[in-house]
């Protein structure tokens, strides 16, 4: 019984503390003119990231178009040395044809002449 009375009281204590710790505080027009200040501060601070956020799609956007075009230049850079080395590669191919035929001839020609073999021979091609 005594254990009853005794937790009855805890609990209407502990239940009274909690009203008086609950009182409303009253909300002054002071307080309402802060919060006022708070949001306005908010809202211009959320302005302020959605124009950051806008710059740096910008700047996404340029990264990207530089990136392109350096890919482009680089192809056309490869694109541009096969086109101006083709002519010099097959130019070079047919002197080196005309130079193995001069060859040729001039062996066969110092099989019948003495003095081509000579010359051939001090000019190191026999």
Do not use: C, H
């Not at 503390?17 to 002054?28: H, K």
């Not at 200040?37 to 959320?46: A, C, I, Y």
């Not at 230049?73 to 130019?91: E, H, M, N, Q, S």
């Not at 130079?99 to 062996?107: D, S, T, V």
Request: glycine share 4%; hydrophobic share 45%; aromatic share 6%.
């Amino acid at each position: 019984m005594l254990k009853n009375a005794l937790s009855v009281i805890i609990i209407s204590l502990i239940l009274a503390s909690s009203n008086i710790y609950a009182r409303e505080l009253p909300f002054t027009q002071d307080d309402r003119d802060r919060l006022i200040r708070v949001e306005e501060g908010l809202k211009g601070v959320n302005q302020r990231i959605n124009d950051f956020k806008i710059e740096v799609q910008s700047l996404r956007e340029l990264i990207y178009v530089v990136i392109g075009g350096i890919f482009v230049l680089i192809g056309f850079v490869i694109w541009d040395r096969r086109t101006a080395l083709a002519p010099a590669i097959k130019k070079n191919k047919e002197l080196e044809e005309r130079e193995e035929r001069i060859e040729r001839a001039f062996k066969e020609l110092a099989k019948r002449d003495k003095k081509v073999a000579d010359v051939l021979k001090i000019a190191g091609l026999l």
